[in-house]
């Protein structure tokens, strides 16, 4: 066989790649590694007994949507720093829009309060639980998308592993709310901000040893 018709018979049985083969997967270890990180959750510490009156309170869909928004905007920018050869994107900016409302959100709580009172809001009795739940329930999806984007051969290695870190804290934030009691902005603008922002440096710390290839 010469070099010609080499290259001919290579050409005519290349399989067309699927663009979207990676989202899926992406998709399925996201919700999965939530289902999981849920379930722990729920066998160690225990679903919260006033759930069903806390999917009527607009405190509860704040903090999940604050969430589920932070997680959004990762994904978003974890496809494409995912990518080989893809440069930085500013999305871990845009995770301080829904931070920034939050915020707001907990300003406006201390200030109906006397600051006699700041302390015991902040210092909510379980926020050391908070602190260390959130990272210890982010190992799962942090474990199921790391597997999955080391095929994706990124190149921006910390950026992108910051970004990991990121869907990570919030999927792990995610599961723990379901047993957490506390809904106020104050509350959620603080530990569950730095319980995320804990998976978040590991990631960016840890990302060019998790994600080499």
């Known amino acids: 066989m010469n070099t010609d018709d080499l290259i001919d018979f290579l050409s005519t049985r290349v399989e067309a790649v699927d663009p979207r083969r990676q989202d899926r997967i992406v998709a399925l270890a996201v919700f999965g590694s939530l289902a999981a990180a849920a379930l722990v959750c729920m066998l160690t510490l225990g679903l919260r007994p006033?759930?069903?009156?806390?999917?009527r309170t607009p405190g509860f869909f704040l903090k999940i949507g604050f969430l589920a928004t932070v997680v959004a905007i990762a994904i978003y920018g974890l496809r494409h720093a995912a990518r080989a050869g893809n440069a930085r994107s500013r999305t871990l900016l845009f995770v301080l829009v829904p931070l920034g409302l939050v915020w707001f959100a907990a300003g406006v709580q201390l200030a109906s309060l006397s600051p006699s009172q700041w302390y015991e809001v902040v210092m909510f009795r379980e926020w050391r639980l908070c602190v260390v739940a959130i990272p210890l329930l982010s190992a799962i999806p942090l474990v199921l998308l790391t597997l999955v984007l080391r095929e994706a051969v990124p190149t921006e290695l910390p950026y992108c592993g910051a970004l990991l870190g990121l869907v990570a804290g919030g999927i792990g934030a995610l599961a723990y709310a379901s047993y957490c009691l506390n809904d106020t902005?104050?509350?959620?603008?603080?530990?569950?901000?730095?319980?995320?922002?804990?998976v978040t440096v590991f990631g960016w710390a840890m990302g060019p040893r998790l994600l080499r290839w």
């Open 50 to 55: 006033d759930i069903v009156e806390a999917l």
């Open 185 to 198: 902005p104050v509350y959620v603008g603080v530990w569950y901000a730095t319980g995320i922002a804990l």
